[in-house]
């Protein structure tokens, strides 16, 4: 899988370099800069994976994972509770 990961990187941040030189598929600017916020995300990701393997870094590689692991019930419900306050906040916007 993370071979899969890899490439789909390499891929994207070369595609967006190769665009930005030669604009060879007349793609719009704006969706170019998606592509690129997307392919520097999956790099970012790829450093946090690659940091696991530093011995000094690694117990805090694994206890973050672990955390984020375990607030995933409380995100669920905070998302939860936001859409509520937000969906009543547009039906009052919406009846003023």
Same mark, same amino acid.
Request: net charge negative; with cysteine; charged share 10%.
């Given at each position: 899988?993370?071979?899969?990961?890899?490439?789909?990187?390499?891929?994207?941040? =070369?595609?967006? *370099?190769?665009?930005?030189?030669?604009?060879?598929?007349?793609?719009?600017?704006?969706?170019?800069?998606?592509? $690129?916020?997307? !392919?520097?995300?999956?790099?970012?990701? !790829? &450093?946090?994976?690659?940091?696991?393997?530093?011995?000094?870094?690694? /117990?805090?590689?694994?206890?973050?994972?672990?955390?984020?692991?375990?607030?995933?019930?409380?995100?669920?419900?905070?998302? =939860?509770? &936001?859409?509520? /306050? $937000?969906?009543? *906040?547009?039906? =009052?916007?919406? !009846?003023?």
């Amino acid at each position: 899988m993370w071979n899969w990961y890899f490439s789909l990187s390499q891929f994207l941040n =070369i595609y967006v *370099v190769l665009e930005h030189v030669y604009n060879f598929s007349d793609i719009h600017y704006d969706r170019m800069v998606n592509t $690129g916020a997307v !392919a520097v995300s999956i790099q970012w990701f !790829a &450093i946090y994976y690659w940091v696991r393997m530093v011995p000094e870094l690694a /117990f805090f590689v694994t206890y973050l994972a672990e955390v984020i692991h375990e607030i995933k019930a409380f995100v669920i419900m905070f998302i =939860i509770c &936001i859409l509520t /306050f $937000g969906n009543a *906040v547009y039906i =009052i916007d919406k !009846a003023n």
